[in-house]
């Protein structure tokens, strides 16, 4: 049984481009969440989505956005890319809206030169 | 909002020793503290979790104790071994509402040594 897959798994960007990644949960589950990882500090939350409808957001600018797919996959979008925004991209997935079990993807790392 | 803080930053033990890392929240509505490993590239692992209604649990070495009056909580590890090097992070929810957003501490290099 896969776990939670993303991809690409590496990526770089230039500053003011536009990015887009990808995670696929755990078959059964219904609910993706984002997490920006940067260098040395722990994940930061910035979205969940839960049965396509975004549940909650964290505090990120607007130039973040996610969406859910019917399958259950979820894109995570981040525009205007600024160096800041370098880190490592994590997605988990869980069966329900709330935190318990939550399952991490290897994450994508993102760089912004 | 949540404000999770986690000590200490770096933990160097030897081999066969014990490691406490400890963590303090600040929302007294959470309830619900997991633990995460996280190895060099890789990503985190969820080791063990504890909820509100439970003072400690307890896996092999690992263990979690729980003081809800002093909003901290705690990981345990005994007979560390050298594959126990990592990063260890805490965490904590609000279980039970609308989402589920996890707020992280800052992370604790453990480093075991042979």
């Known amino acids: 049984d896969a776990g939670v897959t993303q991809s690409p798994t590496h990526l770089i960007k230039t500053r003011g481009q536009q990015v887009t990644l990808r995670c696929s949960p755990i078959s059964g589950h219904k609910s993706v969440s984002w997490y920006q990882q940067v260098l040395g500090q722990g994940p930061q939350f910035i979205f969940q989505y839960y049965e396509k409808e975004e549940r909650g957001r964290g505090n990120f600018p607007d130039r973040f956005s996610a969406r859910q797919f019917p399958n259950y996959s979820s894109e995570l979008n981040v525009n205007a890319l600024l160096l800041g925004d370098s880190a490592l991209y994590l997605c988990?997935?869980?069966?329900?809206?709330?935190?318990?079990?939550?399952?991490f993807g290897s994450g994508t790392r993102l760089t912004v030169v | 909002g949540e404000n999770v803080e986690q000590h200490p930053s770096t933990l160097s033990v030897q081999e066969g020793d014990s490691a406490v890392i400890k963590c303090t929240y600040s929302d007294s509505a959470s309830n619900y503290f997991p633990w995460y490993k996280q190895e060099l590239g890789k990503r985190p692992q969820l080791i063990i979790d504890i909820r509100s209604n439970v003072g400690e649990k307890k896996d092999q070495r690992i263990a979690v104790t729980l003081n809800k009056t002093a909003k901290h909580f705690s990981l345990h590890i005994t007979e560390t071994q050298p594959e126990d090097s990592a990063v260890y992070f805490c965490a904590a929810s609000l279980g039970g509402t609308s989402y589920g957003k996890l707020t992280f501490g800052q992370g604790t290099i453990l480093t075991v040594h042979p």
């Open positions: 988990a997935s869980s069966l329900g809206t709330v935190a318990y079990g939550y399952t």
